[in-house]
């Protein structure tokens, strides 16, 4: 710590890092009292790594959300945002998994990657052609076009489960 009132921030920063891996989430919102305001963008980040931990999709939003309120130029990790598009797949929340793939794009995720996120994780995969079946069961056909578009683009073709 640098001066006797106010941490370094150095320490700060590498607090709120190790806060976002390891620390439980309910732990880490109660921390966020403890922080000043100009640490905001660090503790947003950290809470935001922390929700994904457990897939809580509407906490990793809002701190996904605070992060870019507090600073437009952070960039999300993204990593972060695959482990968050995997999440809103297998919840089946097709416009958030839209959201993340926008998100991991502008991250700097190429289409590979995020292919490769989708082939790994097998629950993932079985969510991406549900989320074909279900916006074309709910008459979305726009939706459902984009959804089978990216899964071609990646080089996901549809199995007999997608139809």
């Known amino acids: 710590w640098g001066d006797a009132s106010t941490p370094d921030a150095s320490s700060v920063k590498m607090l709120w890092e ?26 947003a980040a950290a809470l935001l790594r922390a929700a994904s931990r457990g897939c809580d999709l509407d906490t990793a939003e809002k701190w996904f959300q605070a992060m870019q309120s507090s600073d437009p130029a952070l960039a999300v990790d993204q990593s972060l945002c695959l482990r968050l598009l995997s999440c809103s797949l297998q919840s089946g929340n097709t416009s958030l998994a839209e959201e993340w793939i926008k998100r991991a794009v502008k991250a700097g995720a190429k289409t590979s990657e995020i292919t490769m996120r989708i082939m790994k994780d097998s629950a993932a995969r079985r969510a991406f052609e549900a989320m074909i079946r279900q916006t074309a069961e709910a008459s979305d056909l726009a939706a459902a076009r984009r959804w089978y578009d990216q899964a071609v683009a990646a080089g996901l073709y549809p199995s007999p489960r997608t139809f």
Request: hydrophobic letters at 45%; proline letters at 12%; a negative charge.
């Open 18 to 43: 190790v806060v976002g891996q390891y620390v439980p989430l309910p732990v880490a919102e109660r921390w966020l009292s403890l922080t000043g305001e100009q640490q905001m963008p660090l503790v």
